[in-house]
């Protein structure tokens, strides 16, 4: 996520697809919960990630916040649903499971 304070241009704007044209194909993965002191920020980062069309996996933990056992959960559902496919970020992920 973003650091808190920090403007998103920083991190997320068009020339970081241009820069990194991989990240229109592959994707990220964005993971935070309910009450983690970045949660605003991630949500941010979400739109910014939607308005230049990086694909994303987003893993929402509603009783989480921003400790271990939240980044266990999301580091869980990454390699469950994302880890070593050859196309990860697609519209059908993490369905089935």
Do not use: C, E
């Not at 991630?42 to 910014?48: C, D, P």
């Not at 939607?50 to 580091?75: C, E, M, S």
């Amino acid at each position: 996520a973003l650091l808190p304070g920090a403007v998103q241009s920083q991190y997320v704007n068009p020339n970081m697809s241009a820069a990194n044209p991989s990240l229109l194909d592959r994707g990220i993965t964005v993971g935070y919960g309910q009450f983690d002191i970045a949660f605003d920020d991630t949500k941010m980062l979400q739109q910014g990630l939607d308005a230049i069309g990086v694909k994303y996996v987003n893993r929402f933990i509603p009783w989480g916040f921003h400790a271990w056992n939240t980044w266990q959960d999301i580091l869980w559902t990454f390699g469950r649903t994302t880890l070593w496919r050859p196309r990860p970020f697609t519209d059908s992920i993490a369905r089935g499971l």
